[in-house]
């Protein structure tokens, strides 16, 4: 092998090398994570507070009863309020 070449491929590798480490010491640490911030339930809306228990849940709300009747409540309040604002 020629020596400009394994010269070459040395510095590569120490470059490569020495950007992985700066990317591990520069990342932030888990332990500082910001709190996650809470949503605060809109006036008007009916049951905000169970729209925010069916958040909180996950992928567990999509077969929650409470969570599919706010979910419904909360689209007809929507589609009523678009409607009287698109008359006339």
Same mark, same amino acid.
């Given at each position: 092998? #020629?020596? &400009?070449? $394994?010269? *070459?491929? @040395?510095? !590569? /590798?120490? !470059? +490569?090398?020495?950007?992985? $480490?700066?990317? @591990?010491? /520069?990342?932030? #640490? +888990?332990?500082?994570?910001?709190?996650?911030?809470?949503?605060?339930?809109?006036? %008007?809306?009916?049951?905000?507070?169970? /729209? /925010? =228990?069916?958040?909180?849940? %996950?992928?567990?709300?999509?077969? #929650?009863? %409470?969570? &599919? &009747? +706010?979910?419904?409540?909360? *689209? =007809?309040?929507?589609?009523? %309020?678009?409607?009287? *604002?698109? =008359?006339?």
């Amino acid at each position: 092998m #020629d020596w &400009k070449l $394994a010269t *070459r491929v @040395i510095a !590569v /590798l120490f !470059v +490569a090398a020495l950007m992985v $480490a700066c990317a @591990i010491a /520069l990342r932030p #640490d +888990a332990t500082e994570e910001a709190p996650a911030p809470t949503v605060q339930p809109q006036s %008007g809306e009916p049951a905000s507070s169970e /729209l /925010l =228990r069916c958040r909180e849940i %996950g992928a567990a709300a999509l077969d #929650d009863a %409470g969570c &599919k &009747k +706010a979910w419904a409540d909360s *689209r =007809r309040h929507f589609l009523e %309020g678009n409607a009287e *604002r698109s =008359r006339p």
